[in-house]
């Protein structure tokens, strides 16, 4: 059977061998998960927004964000030295942009 996302030759499960479609590569396996996913959310466009909406839902969904911000400040921190280069990119462009727009702004103000 040939893999659909590295198209390599590989051998079937013996339990699932007329559905899979993707060889057992780590990489592929993601693919794979990643594109179950959006088919999934497209079958069911409204499930995140519904969920969303969900006033119970969305306290708690803040409450375990904060909590695994908590937890995880080191790997939140580690994140943040690990791109802070193109962070700094970012930023400078960002700013660049946003000091072009207002001195566009202060440009046309003083136009009569
Ligand atoms: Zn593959």
Known sequence: ???????????????????Q???????CQKKRQRDNLTAWQERNPLYYRIKRIDPIWRTKARARAKRWRTIHKDRIQAYRMATMDQYRIYMREYMRRYRTALAQRAGKAAQP
């Open 21 to 27: 479609r993707a060889c057992g590569d780590p990489v």
């Open 1 to 19: 059977m040939i893999c659909i996302y590295c198209q390599r030759e590989f051998q079937p499960s013996k339990y699932r061998h007329t559905k």
